[in-house]
Structures are given as structure tokens and as C-alpha cells.
């Protein structure tokens, strides 16, 4: 508290200022808010590196695309259609003439 003396029988007391509510949670928030941001940040990078590695074994590797049919067959039924819709036609019938013809 301040003082400021008017006379010096009376005192007056002002009230100390203090940052407005919504200020000071910004303040405490903004730690917290950072580390999310940077875990998120994090995670998406994590998840393109993912995408593009798993993307560049099955384009190169049919033999893990089997793999990938007999364990996670929606993950390779995405890869079908991206090549599809990139115009390069006949890798999943390759596959599937090939698979076909080794357990025969």
C-alpha cells in the first residue's frame, strides 16, 4: 500500500494495482500451452515421417505389401488407391497374381 500524505493529521491510502485476472492466466497458461503446442508439433512430425517411411517400403517391397495384407489390410488398401489416384495402375494385381501363385 502507498501513502500519500495530505495533511499531516490525515493519511490517505491507495490501493496497490494488480494485473487484471484474465492477465495473470494468460501468464500461468502460457507454459502449459507451449508444451502442448510442441507435443502436438511432435506428434504430427512423428506421424508424416511414419506415413512417408511405411509409404516408401510398401511402394519398394511386395513381399512386406503380404505382410502388410495378412496384418493391416486397410493400410494397404489406402496404398492401392493412392497409387491409383497418382495414374500407376496394376501393382495390386501383381500382387495378387503373385500371392496366388506361391501358395499353389
Do not use: H
Not at 21 to 47: C, D, N, S
Amino acid at each position: 500500500m502507498y501513502s500519500i500524505a495530505v495533511d499531516k493529521a490525515k493519511q490517505v491510502s491507495l490501493p496497490t494495482l494488480s494485473p487484471p485476472l484474465g492477465y495473470v492466466m494468460a501468464r500461468t497458461m502460457e507454459p502449459l500451452a507451449k508444451k502442448i503446442f510442441k507435443g502436438v508439433l511432435v506428434a504430427e512430425l512423428v506421424g508424416i515421417f511414419g506415413a512417408y517411411f511405411l509409404f516408401k517400403k510398401m511402394n519398394t517391397s511386395q513381399d512386406f505389401r503380404q505382410t502388410m495384407s495378412k496384418k493391416f489390410p486397410f493400410i494397404l488398401e489406402v496404398y492401392y488407391k493412392s497409387i491409383e489416384q497418382s495414374g500407376i495402375y496394376g501393382i495390386r494385381e501383381q500382387d495378387q497374381e503373385k500371392w496366388l501363385n506361391s501358395k499353389n
